[in-house]
């Protein structure tokens, strides 16, 4: 652990972070160092939970130390995606909580300060930035309800989607009282669909989604494309969330949402 967080800028809250790693520790380490780096100026972090579901090393901190609190997690047994973030979580008492992939690379600079202004807007219970690939490119984080039509349209058609119903979790950022008022995300689902799960409750909810105005990268690796594991989880999460209330509910909801209200955008 390190030293006490620095002093932040009053227009950006506390707030607390939750990075989850599966043997990534060169993404991991270069991450925090982006956060370090950024949170030198006051970027709001001041307390980042590292859950290790693999074993491997801790990162090395800066010379300087880290500018933030760094708590170590290290699970005898891996975890899921929910699992994982809502322990990390549990009993934030910061303004704000941070879900972040260890894939992620802040190479648009400090997202924060964008984040924040767009979780001020009126009515809105996530604010999360645009994603873009290895080689810059625009990535489709935003997605239409994923119903076996709309599945079948975006695969075998290639269909391009127009609805932005759900943001997939590579960096969402939430008031905390959002977040412990929905319960987190739904442990039910170990990996794949606990992104549109949260998505759908949050509408439910009275909530809107909002696009900052900042950019990350996001590797994207899309496991289930490659690995008969993975889409099998994703099948199982897909059967789950379509067996679900959350889902029927939602989809009567979103049907009866104009696009312009989908996502608000700075």
């Known amino acids: 652990m390190s030293a006490s967080p ?10 607390a972070l939750s990075v989850v790693s599966h043997g990534h520790g060169a993404m991991v380490q270069q991450l925090l160092d982006a956060l370090a780096l950024h949170g030198a100026g006051g970027n709001g972090v001041s307390r980042v939970v590292l859950t290790l579901n ?3 090393p801790a990162p090395l901190a800066p010379a300087g130390g880290w500018p933030f609190v760094l708590e170590l997690r290290h699970n005898s047994v891996p975890q899921g995606f929910s699992a994982n973030h809502n322990a990390a979580l549990a009993g ?3 303004p704000l909580v941070c879900v972040l992939n260890p894939d992620v690379d802040l190479r648009g600079g400090n997202p924060f300060p964008a984040l924040v202004r767009a979780l001020q807007r009126q009515g809105v219970g996530l604010a999360y930035p645009m994603q873009v690939d290895e080689n810059g490119h625009l990535q489709d984080s935003e997605r239409e309800l994923p119903t076996p039509w709309s599945l079948l349209r975006r695969y075998a058609v290639k269909r391009r989607e127009t609805r932005a119903e759900w943001v997939n979790g590579a960096m969402w950022l939430l008031p905390t009282p959002v977040w412990q008022g929905i ?5 039910a689902y170990f990996m794949y669909c606990e992104d549109v799960d ?5 509408r439910l909810a009275g909530w809107t989604l909002a696009r900052a105005d900042c950019v990350i990268g996001h590797a994207g690796q899309r496991a289930s494309h490659r690995r008969a594991r993975h889409a099998l989880w994703h099948i199982r999460s897909l059967l789950r969330l379509w067996a679900s209330a959350v889902f029927w509910r939602a989809r009567a909801l979103l049907r009866r949402t104009p696009t312009a209200a989908l996502t608000m955008t700075e």
Do not use: M
């Open 198 to 202: 949260l998505c759908l409750r949050l």
């Open 54 to 56: 693999l074993p491997e």
């Open 6 to 15: 620095t002093s932040l800028p009053p227009s950006i809250p506390a707030i």
């Open 183 to 187: 319960g987190g995300l739904n442990t």
């Open 92 to 94: 934030a008492t910061e």
